[in-house]
């Protein structure tokens, strides 16, 4: 009897048992093989595989990359697949990623030795992105399918999708059209071929039909799997970053070392302070180091109290919570200036319990070099001797225990161990101060203070300074010194159109990192038609991205036009429209981020350093790592450690950090459902698998992301 296109998805147990592995008490036998949790990922070069093994690398995976294009690569065969230990076969990869269903020229040996491996322990198969035909399990396009573009189309998780490894998803995968002129997406869409046991859990309709065709589906076949995916992507855009986490449940069966969650924080520096303003005819900010001195009049714009009645509604509709970043002196001037009254103050300090707070210095100092500003851009003042002069550490003490000390007076629930300093100043900044104030780091232990913000920008990557570690910040691109969307619009068009455009030529001059807008916004609609979709776009991109580091924007942003909600709005109500329940976004503190972001240095530190030893035998995952490290890892509902449930739920399974005491980290899985009948894998003979077309048609490029300065 011929087998059907399946129309539901096997449970990870139940496709066990379906491979004829040991389930249940029978997996203690000593004849149950030992597979290693790493992953093989092999890479001709292109921008499939890069993604995924850019996933792995985001969730703390441990995989081995053998690159097709180089002449000293080990050669892949049994030997390198498998061998023994203590007596016990062992599979040295959980999963196989292929650019393609079969990379290799025909007839190769090393096709046939991936073939007899997959069959003899089970191991799954991705073909990162291959064409549509019989040999996986579709027709070919030219049979009522299609071959060509599908931006901005919007695929569809199927049933089995939602009840397999797409159950995070809410069912919508949109396919990014990012410009007019760019192919972003080429794909092959087809039906399962006659006969063939596939299951597509992505799919598009056929342009023109209502005929589904698969984009991502799995094909079962000669006792191997194949999640087959037939559309080209690289690791920005945002339909491989919606499917990413499903690759990899699907191939690691949901048992695998390293997590990854969805992750948004929102910093709103300068609260209680005003914020300048931007001149639109000067094109600098009167009162700030841009303008030179005397220039133009100062213009500030800061909360009021309705203000804050609309930031307390806007995170109650979305179950989120907006940090604070705070400068007490602010509302110290506001109320000598306006006979001690600060209406503002009185409003955040009586529902300061709706938001987190974090110090960010009294007066808002640069704690950096003493700055010359009678010259733009600024410079750093020096001594006789010619030595940098810098920023005192009894200034640096002051800025940050008054600053403390005024918050708790006014009730604040502040963490004292966190730190947000003025334009992140103390730290280094190029080119004006290529080195950190050396007196920084000595007021960081003086007052106690452990996590410190950088600009992610300048800063990205973890390190120590004194006592304290960092946790980079994403700028957003809506201006400190824009309370109205038309002083933003100006403000971009200065900054991104070329001099003769009217603009400030920076993006001519440093093209790298900037690029020029082909003609000014209209400062009445370019807000809301381009900043806005730009900027969701790409702060989605960090939230997709298993990346917990935190925006921010500016207490000015959420005044007068109110001009941050716009995307704010846009992230979180497109991640909801995207996502299940049961992967929430989650909204961290600073601390708590800085914590992650050390866990994560630290376990790839282990992992690169192979100090990692972990695997599976039947219903146990053992890991052996140094003492103190903290091991991530991502395991079925059910599962316990120590006779305890194991990490937190998401996205349908259970993650979370053990701390390694040095013996071996025991993990037990849940039992599978009853057995289905065992398949016998013949592995007497592998078959050969022609190689597929994989030439990516003309046109097809990859679109990368638009990063602009903040």
Not at 137 to 144: A, E, H, K, R, Y
Not at 333 to 355: C, S, Y
Not at 372 to 400: F, H, L
Not at 642 to 668: P, Q, V
Request: with cysteine; glycine share 10%; aromatic share 8%.
């Amino acid at each position: 009897m011929k087998r059907t296109i399946r129309t539901t998805a096997l449970t990870v147990g139940a496709l066990i048992a379906a491979l004829g592995l040991q389930a249940g008490p029978a997996q203690a036998d000593a004849t149950a093989p030992r597979v290693d949790l790493r992953v093989l990922v092999v890479s001709d070069g292109g921008p499939a595989t890069d993604a995924i093994a850019a996933e792995l690398d985001a969730a703390g995976t441990p995989y081995t990359k053998v690159d097709l294009t180089r002449s000293d690569r080990p050669t892949i065969d049994a030997g390198f697949l498998a061998d023994t230990v203590g007596g016990r076969p062992r599979a040295k990869f959980q999963a196989v990623v292929l650019p393609n269903d079969n990379p290799f020229s025909a007839s190769s040996s090393e096709m046939a030795a991936l073939t007899a491996y997959e069959k003899t322990y089970a191991i799954p198969q991705v073909d990162a992105y291959t064409y549509a035909r019989p040999q996986v399990g579709l027709q070919v396009p030219t049979s009522g399918g299609y071959s060509g573009s599908i931006d901005g189309v919007q695929a569809q998780v199927t049933a089995a999708g939602k009840s397999g490894p797409f159950g995070y998803l809410d069912g919508a995968v949109p396919f990014e059209d990012n410009s007019s002129t760019v192919g972003e997406s080429y794909a092959y869409l087809s039906a399962p071929a006659a006969g063939a046991d596939f299951t597509p859990y992505v799919q598009a309709a056929v342009p023109g039909t209502t005929e589904q065709g698969s984009l991502v589906g799995e094909y079962r076949h000669d006792s191997r799997r194949e999640l087959v995916v037939t559309f080209v992507y690289n690791r920005y855009q945002q339909q491989f970053r919606l499917l990413a986490r499903g690759i990899v449940e699907w191939m690691t069966g949901g048992v695998h070392l390293g997590a990854s969650r969805n992750y948004f924080a929102v910093h709103v520096d300068d609260v209680f302070a005003a914020d300048d303003r931007w001149d639109t005819q000067l094109n600098c900010t009167p009162g700030d180091v841009d303008c030179a001195v005397g220039a133009g009049t100062p213009n500030p714009i800061r909360m009021t109290p309705a203000d804050v009645d609309h930031a307390t509604a806007w995170q109650n509709s979305h179950g989120f919570t907006l940090d604070l970043v705070y400068n007490g002196a602010g509302s110290i001037d506001q109320r000598e200036d306006n006979n001690g009254v600060d209406q503002l103050a009185d409003k955040l300090i009586a529902d300061r319990d709706r938001f987190r707070w974090v110090n960010h210095t009294y007066t808002h100092a640069f704690l950096g070099c003493e700055q010359n500003v009678t010259v733009v851009p600024w410079t750093c003042r020096t001594n006789a001797d010619g030595s940098t002069a810098w920023v005192s550490r009894a200034t640096i003490d002051y800025e940050i225990t008054t600053n403390r000390a005024w918050g708790q007076a006014a009730g604040l629930p502040l963490q004292t161990d966190e730190l947000v300093t003025g334009e992140h100043s103390g730290l280094k900044i190029l080119p004006q101060q290529p080195q950190d104030n050396p007196n920084l780091a000595l007021s960081l232990a003086d007052d106690g203070v452990k996590w410190l913000a950088s600009d992610n920008s300048r800063d990205p990557e973890q390190r120590q300074v004194g006592p304290a570690a960092t946790v980079s910040r994403y700028p957003m691109n809506v201006f400190y010194n824009a309370g109205r969307a038309a002083e933003q619009v100006d403000e971009y068009n200065w900054l991104y159109t070329s001099r003769a455009q009217g603009g400030s030529g920076i993006c001519e001059d440093n093209p790298a990192t900037t690029t020029c807008l082909p003609a000014p916004l209209n400062t009445g609609t370019g807000y809301s038609g381009y900043i806005v979709p730009l900027e969701t776009r790409i702060a989605l991109g960090h939230v997709l991205s298993n990346d917990p580091k935190p925006h921010f924007i500016h207490q000015s942003n959420l005044a007068e036009d109110r001009i941050a909600y716009p995307v704010l709005d846009g992230v979180l109500d497109g991640y909801d429209a995207l996502f299940a329940t049961d992967a929430p976004v989650v909204n961290l503190r600073m601390k708590d981020i800085g914590v992650e972001l050390q866990h994560r240095a630290a376990w790839k530190s282990a992992v690169q350093a192979d100090r990692i030893t972990a695997y599976r035998i039947g219903d146990t995952v053992t890991v052996q790592g140094p003492a103190g490290t903290a091991v991530p890892a991502t395991l079925p509902s059910g599962t316990t450690f120590g006779g305890n449930a194991f990490g937190t739920a998401y996205a349908g399974a259970l993650s979370g950090w053990t701390t390694s005491s040095g013996t071996a980290l025991t993990f037990t899985l849940p039992a599978p459902p009853a057995a289905a009948p065992a398949v016998t894998a013949d592995t007497a003979a592998a078959a050969t698998v022609p190689a597929p077309d994989t030439e990516v048609p003309a046109g097809v490029t990859e679109q990368m992301p638009y990063t602009p300065d903040s």
